[in-house]
């Protein structure tokens, strides 16, 4: 048991290494999980002692003697009396008629001690007192008087606890102290009778350090039992809870219930006590399990000393774990007010959603109308390109005339001067003599428009680019590098780049900038959400960098 009690420690500090390094946690977390494992695992340890039990009961059975009885009776009543006070006091009548039968009053003050045991449990401390005076000293042999005063030192201790006046309590308290004295007297050194006698003795003088150190060294120098380490333990935690040290109170008290648990023992004191510590440190929902817990096993062991220790404390618990029902209700109720808020906000946002959807229809229908009426003007300006192109066929005859009369360039150009002439004065007769029709051929003519609209777009880039020669880059440098814009020419600029670039130069009014390129203000507006789109950073910023270009501060 010492090598796997050391081994178990070893194992807790290397995992608790390990999960501090990765989520942060100690050995006390390693520990407490440890717990909750074993809690969970405890049924199969009751089925264990289950079937001590049974063998047990099936070896009394079989027993030829009232001595080989005896015996077994002793060791079923060491498995019952901390699983179940019933059994165990049972137990204790039988074992004493089979020590009569043998007539050895050595076996019956045996047996009497037992049933004084289970007395002093449940709290009967008169029965436990007449039985103790009713046993001639006599008939205590030597390995018999360390129990003797084990129980009679429980007995005075447990009625100074629980004594209702200062006199009272002082008054068994001396009897406790000249009984403890007397048990550390007869008991052994190296026992685990004198190594947790010795301790309580320190732990009552106020000498806690002297406890721990002998405890520790003897944990370490004994192979005890689940149940002896249990006890070992839990006297740790109470010297270490004396020094303040309540890291290690815990780490005992997690290590003592651990090992009553998978002793199987339902009389304790570990598992309460650390739900009591737990419930100091707000950790209320394992504080509730483990009094739980404690609770059940002392009702179902019938420990009533138990039972009155424990009342003392779960309504304290109870009471905060309602609270906190209480409060998660009231946060619950709070998060189904704020859900059916947001529910109502969801269904007010669809129907504007509709609302505006059926807006957006609309204005796709107006959109659609005017596809119509820029398809019909698309039609005139096929028949008005058809003219220009005769025209151009016209042009390209009076070429390969000027190829033809080279010679004849000077005179031809004072020719043509007299037919501009002449176009003026038939324009004048058209305007005179009230031919429309032939007026407004001539004046649909776009051409010169055109042409001088492209020249004057190609001059405002020249003069653009020599006021903001990187222009074309700093704009890219705002845009994704996939979405960067890049002319069709050297020193022109494209459709979104002119936008830009007049809104570099302050005009930023969408309906100006239509007018100026001779876009719809749709087109402008479709061009700068498109570019805007393109940004690097934040897409509401990009025109305000724009104007930076050319400062110093552009990024």
């Not at 050595?106 to 007449?130: D, I, K, P």
Request: glycine fraction near 4%.
């Amino acid at each position: 048991m010492k090598k796997q009690f050391l081994l178990f420690l070893l194992a807790i500090m290397l995992s608790g290494v390990c999960l501090s390094a990765d989520s942060g946690d100690t050995p006390i977390d390693s520990l407490m999980r440890h717990l909750d494992e074993v809690i969970a695992a405890r049924p199969a340890y009751l089925r264990q002692k289950e079937t001590r039990l049974q063998g047990l009961h099936s070896r009394y059975d079989s027993a030829v003697d009232d001595d080989s009885r005896f015996k077994v009776l002793g060791e079923l009543f060491d498995e019952y009396h901390p699983f179940n006070t019933d059994s165990a006091y049972h137990i204790s009548l039988r074992q004493e008629a089979v020590a009569r039968r043998i007539g050895d009053p050595a076996l019956v003050a045996n047996a009497r001690l037992h049933r004084a045991n289970v007395l002093s449990s449940t709290g009967m401390y008169r029965e436990t007192l007449e039985i103790i005076d009713s046993l001639p000293k006599e008939d205590i042999p030597p390995y018999l008087k360390p129990y003797y005063y084990h129980t009679v030192r429980t007995v005075y201790g447990l009625l100074a606890d629980y004594a209702a006046f200062p006199a009272e309590k002082v008054r068994y308290r001396i009897v406790t102290e000249q009984y403890r004295d007397s048990l550390l007297a007869i008991n052994q050194p190296g026992t685990l009778g004198y190594a947790v006698t010795s301790a309580d003795k320190h732990n009552v003088n106020g000498e806690p350090w002297k406890a721990i150190r002998e405890l520790n060294d003897f944990i370490s120098s004994e192979n005890l039992t689940e149940h002896e380490m249990a006890i070992c333990a839990w006297t740790l935690s109470e010297s270490y809870g004396m020094t303040g040290d309540f890291a290690s109170q815990k780490r005992y008290l997690i290590l003592s219930a651990i090992s009553d648990m998978k002793a199987s023992v339902r009389e304790y004191v570990s598992l309460r006590q650390l739900a009591l510590l737990l419930y100091k440190e707000g950790d209320l929902d394992r504080a509730y399990q483990f009094l739980t817990i404690a609770v059940d096993d002392a009702a179902k062991s019938n420990a009533r000393q138990r039972i009155i220790e424990l009342n003392a404390s779960y309504p304290m618990i109870n009471s905060i774990y309602i609270e906190k029902v209480h409060k998660q209700h009231t946060a619950l109720l709070k998060t189904i007010v704020i859900i059916a808020v947001l529910l109502l906000v969801l269904v007010v946002l669809m129907l504007l959603m509709r609302k505006q959807m059926a807006r957006i229809a609309r204005a796709r229908r107006e959109v659609e109308e005017a596809n119509g009426e820029l398809n019909r003007l698309n039609d005139e300006l096929l028949s008005s390109n058809g003219k220009l192109a005769e025209a151009y066929n016209a042009i390209a005859e009076i070429s390969e005339m000027k190829e033809a009369y080279i010679g004849r360039y000077m005179d031809q150009c004072v020719a043509y001067i007299e037919k501009l002439d002449s176009y003026r004065k038939s324009i004048g007769k058209l305007v005179s003599s009230g031919k429309s029709d032939d007026l407004k051929a001539l004046v649909k003519s776009s051409t010169m428009i055109d042409q001088e609209l492209k020249a004057f777009y190609d001059q405002f880039d020249k003069t653009f680019l020599s006021l903001f020669p990187t222009f074309v880059d700093d704009l890219n440098s705002l845009l994704m590098p996939e979405e960067a814009i890049i002319p069709r020419r050297e020193g022109s600029l494209t459709a979104e780049q002119r936008i830009f670039a007049l809104i570099r130069l302050g005009i930023s009014d969408s309906d100006k900038i239509a007018r100026f390129l001779r876009y719809s203000l749709t087109t402008i507006y479709n061009y700068r959400t498109k570019v805007r789109n393109k940004a690097r950073g934040d897409r509401n910023l990009l025109e305000s960098e724009i104007l930076k270009i050319g400062r110093g501060t552009s990024g």
